[in-house]
């Protein structure tokens, strides 16, 4: 079992930037794929980021490929997200997931542990 608690949202205009924290607890972190997910309201839960366990395969969605980093540290048990010129359509609710794999992918099903999420409000 893991336990997930995201943390750094918040409100920022855009063009700033923002660095989002997942912080695990439970079995060994150091073994599982992380990755990060966003719903904006009304909208279907999507893929934004992925980083393998020894973080040398990272993954990213298209709409946010040269502005968000994911990085972790295993030492510290935490998986990052920060996220540069941001746009107001990166509104959403984000989400930390972990993969019961080490080797990440981008789709949702092959997670299996989830955070409640930190809301992130971008304004025009």
């Known amino acids: 079992q893991v336990q997930l608690v995201e943390s750094g949202g918040g409100l920022v205009q855009a063009g700033g930037s923002l660095r989002l924290s997942c912080a695990a607890s439970?079995?060994?972190?150091?073994?599982?794929?992380m990755a990060w997910f966003r719903q904006a309201p009304g909208k279907e839960r999507e893929f934004v980021a992925a980083?393998?366990?020894?973080?040398?395969?990272?993954y990213y969605a298209d709409s946010v490929k040269g502005r968000f980093t994911i990085s972790r540290d295993n030492a510290k048990n935490t998986v990052y997200l920060q996220m540069n010129s941001l746009k107001p359509e990166d509104t959403a609710i984000y989400y930390c997931?972990?993969?019961?794999?080490?080797?990440?992918?981008?789709?949702?099903?092959?997670?299996?542990?989830w955070g409640r999420g930190t809301q992130v409000t971008v304004s025009s």
């Open positions: 997931a972990a993969g019961a794999r080490a080797s990440a992918t981008i789709y949702s099903g092959m997670y299996d542990y």
């Open positions: 439970g079995r060994t972190f150091g073994s599982n794929a």
């Open positions: 980083i393998s366990w020894g973080s040398i395969t990272t």
